[in-house]
């Protein structure tokens, strides 16, 4: 059974607004940016358009249809440079399956952690994915806004999930993120063309720039 099907086994449907979930244990969330009034609506990740047009950091295109294997290609980049972090991914994605929770028939009250953004004119920012500091009782550590991950393709489903393990990370008490500004850039940073040809020291440059103690 794919990891979609068995998202949606677990669906949920909450009776009551989900802006009522976002609390101070819900203090990191993943955005997208929706333009659902275009001729063709889109949905993509925040990141990966804010890292081209504030950063220049031009997106690779990792063409699948697995969100999954598109997170295990953007590991394997790190792990050329930085196997502890890739690790700490791997293990990140190879719990998923257990830690998620698809939410259908809700809007998500946005969580407060963007800092400075930039949307294109038109758009909007929607909640997509929140995540728990600590797991829930069952086990759960994601929440994804199943309305929008039907609207994402393969590439920004990934991103979005990267965003969480990125923030994952950012959340230990070494590190410490107060919000998702530099989450995002090193999502970007990840998925850029400039990651390919990369060097050892620009990579830990933009570790450094991210915010990571180590």
């Known amino acids: 059974m794919s990891m979609i099907s068995k998202l949606v086994l677990t669906v949920v449907l909450f009776t009551t607004p989900f802006a009522a979930f976002a609390g101070d244990e819900l203090l990191n969330g993943g955005?997208?940016?929706?333009?659902?009034?275009?001729?063709v609506p889109s949905y993509r990740s925040l990141d990966i358009y804010e890292g081209d047009k504030v950063y220049g950091l031009q997106p690779t295109a990792i063409a699948h249809n697995d969100f999954k294997v598109i997170l295990k290609t953007l590991i394997d980049r790190i792990a050329k440079h930085d196997i502890t972090r890739a690790n700490l991914y791997r293990s990140y994605l190879q719990s998923l399956e257990s830690e998620v929770r698809m939410v259908t028939g809700s809007d998500f009250g946005n969580i407060r952690d963007e800092g400075w953004i930039a949307i294109p004119k038109g758009c909007e920012l929607?909640?997509?994915?929140?995540?728990?500091?600590?797991?829930?009782?069952?086990?759960?550590k994601y929440l994804i806004n199943g309305s929008i991950w039907t609207n994402l393709n393969s590439g920004h489903r990934a991103a979005l999930i990267m965003h969480e393990f990125i923030y994952r990370e950012g959340l230990l008490p070494q590190n410490d993120f107060k919000n998702s500004a530099r989450v995002r850039y090193f999502n970007a940073f990840i998925h850029s063309e400039k990651f390919k040809t990369l060097t050892a020291a620009e990579y830990w440059k933009a570790v450094n720039f991210a915010g990571f103690k180590n």
């Open 126 to 140: 929607q909640q997509a994915a929140a995540q728990f500091r600590d797991h829930s009782p069952d086990g759960v």
């Open 31 to 39: 955005d997208v940016i929706a333009c659902p009034g275009l001729e």
